[in-house]
Nanobody, 116 residues
């Protein structure tokens, strides 16, 4: 399986982005039943989970992004999305996705930079 994250970029504070993560070459049984997560890693910091979504669509978020980030998934496309709104400079990081349990090899991530 190869995780391919896309959608990052340079945005001004208050802006929005929609990230996507495709689990290419995965099979349905290795994607659909699993809880997926978006993670981020800022310079000099450890990778942290910011949003999770179960196979049934139940979501959870770290406190710092609640009300601004929305995670979703399309099992038919083996893709997870992250809508990020009201971006702040502290959201600057490389964003990754992966399964919460029995993680796959990490993708390259997508860079989100929030700056005026």
């Amino acid at each position: 399986v190869q995780l391919v994250e896309r959608g990052g970029g340079l945005v001004q504070p208050g802006g929005s982005l929609r990230l996507s993560c495709l689990a290419s070459r995965s099979i349905t049984s290795s994607f659909n039943p699993y809880t997926m997560a978006w993670y981020r890693q800022a310079p000099g910091k450890q990778r942290e989970s910011v949003a999770t979504i179960t196979s049934r669509g139940i979501t959870d978020y770290v406190e710092s992004v609640k009300g601004r980030f929305i995670i979703s998934r399309d099992n038919t496309k083996k893709t997870v999305y992250l809508q990020i709104n009201s971006l702040k400079p502290e959201d600057t990081a490389v964003y990754y996705c992966n399964r919460v349990e029995d993680s796959w090899p990490w993708g390259q991530g997508t860079q989100v930079t929030v700056s005026s």
